[in-house]
Nanobody
Framework: QVQLVESGGGSVQAGGSLRLSCAASGYTGSINCMGWFRQAPGKEREGVARIYTGGISTYYADSVKGRFTISQDNAKNAVYLQMNSLKPEDTAMYYC?????????????????WGQGTQVTVSS
């Protein structure tokens, strides 16, 4: 089992920044892909960014390219999401996910572990 704990959410005005953190613990030896998803009320969950922890491969949704940056600290089993130039449409619950390498290759997360989520609210 892998446990994921997110932190760093909050409320910010449009144009502001937030940094989300996700710490993984437990049996993390099988984890090679970590990422961030978000879900706004009434909308489907969408992938925001992911990173292959065995290298430097990253992926971003078009809606966040150039504004969000995903990074990792393998020594701490942690992944981060730096969010700049935030917009009201970024408002959502943000979830950390961890899975095997296949998730980063295909974009599907068949055996993902999930965090409990952290709320991000951006006001105009």
């Amino acid at each position: 089992q892998v446990q994921l704990v997110e932190s760093g959410g909050g409320s910010v005005q449009a144009g502001g920044s937030l940094r989300l953190s996700c710490a993984a613990s437990g049996y993390t030896g099988s984890i090679n892909c970590m990422g961030w998803f978000r879900q706004a009320p009434g909308k489907e969950r969408e992938g925001v960014a992911r990173i292959y922890t065995g290298g430097i491969s990253t992926y971003y949704a078009d809606s966040v390219k150039g504004r969000f940056t995903i990074s990792q600290d393998n020594a701490k089993n942690a992944v981060y999401l730096q969010m700049n130039s935030l917009k009201p449409e970024d408002t959502a619950m943000y979830y950390c996910a961890a899975d095997r390498a296949l998730a980063c290759i295909t974009g599907t997360w068949p055996q993902a572990y999930w965090g409990q989520g952290t709320q991000v609210t951006v006001s105009s």
